[in-house]
């Protein structure tokens, strides 16, 4: 990257990152809101494309937080983690509704069966249910994930006098887990937006290039006793680029943390001085220095 180019994206990363990040998390919930009042209303053939959509504007939005490297990847896993956010709550809204509504009668199991086997998707058991009098329990058969009843069984179950939603005992119908699993979903959701604005501070890129933060810095100091001043920190680094030997791969290396008050660009300068170049990728946490480089550190 160019410095007029760096120069850009610091001043894109510090100029509004908490304000911009806090726009986008509002409009993460407000979507999750959208769709989740969207979605007994209308199907798929509408929903996946908003999906889609909400996708893309998703990783323009996350770029510009300054991260651009993984924002397709984080817009796709809010877009994942917000879909079952809305699926979870819908589950919960179903159980309110019967909660609200449904009516509490005494029924009996007739009949019993389970969903046919399609891949590793689960079976479910399927209960049909009938009044004490004899006349069907209105709704779809009652669902369970394991076999939890007999045929001749007597239950107490919510049912929907409408008969849209499915019968359910009054345990079943409690909506505290699904509500519960819906908001943490939602949370995780707004978590990665939060770790995109710290991917794209000045913090995190200095951890990625090795260059050790101001904080840091003055901690290595404190513990360690250093009183060396910059110039003689930039001596120090000339001699290791004179004396140290260099890796398998023709690397001299490193470590940051010794010259606490020399930024990356500095001993790059030094180092294309005598005659070496400061690599600029895959460094890990070190500094390394060679005459050719995959990709240079600008030092002007």
Not at 99 to 116: L, M, N
Not at 225 to 252: C, H, S
Request: contains cysteine.
């Amino acid at each position: 990257m160019s410095g007029a180019a760096e120069d850009e994206a610091r001043k894109r990363r510090t100029r509004y990152p908490v304000p911009l990040a806090v726009g986008i998390g509002c409009y993460v919930l407000v979507v999750i809101a959208g769709l989740f009042l969207l979605a007994d209303d209308f199907g798929a053939a509408l929903l996946v494309p908003l999906w889609i959509v909400h996708g893309v504007l998703l990783a323009l939005l996350i770029r510009k937080l300054g991260a651009t490297e993984s924002s397709a990847y984080t817009a796709l896993l809010i877009v994942a983690v917000s879909l079952m956010s809305v699926y979870v709550a819908s589950m919960a809204r179903d159980d309110l509704t019967l909660q609200q509504r449904g009516e509490k009668v005494a029924a009996t199991v007739v009949k019993k069966r389970r969903d046919p086997a399609e891949g590793r998707k689960g079976r479910d058991y399927n209960y049909a249910l009938e009044h004490q009098d004899g006349t069907e329990v209105p709704g779809p058969a009652m669902k369970t994930t394991s076999d939890r009843y007999d045929i001749g069984q007597k239950l107490t179950v919510l049912e929907d006098p409408r008969g849209e939603l499915r019968p359910r005992t009054p345990g079943q119908a409690d909506a505290t887990g699904e509500a519960l699993g819906s908001a943490a979903l939602a949370l995780a959701a707004l978590g990665a937006v939060g770790w995109m604005t710290w991917r794209g501070s000045d913090t995190a890129r200095r951890r990625d290039d090795g260059e050790p933060s101001i904080g840091l810095r003055k901690a290595y100091k404190a513990v360690t006793g250093d009183r060396t001043t910059g110039e003689e920190q930039e001596e120090k680094l000339r001699e290791a680029l004179r004396t140290y030997p260099a890796d398998r791969r023709g690397y001299i290396k490193v470590q940051p943390e010794d010259y606490p008050d020399l930024p990356q660009q500095r001993a790059a300068r030094i180092a294309w001085e005598m005659g070496l170049r400061a690599e600029a990728t895959g460094n890990r946490g070190s500094w390394r220095f060679k005459e050719t480089v995959i990709e240079e550190v600008p030092h002007d």
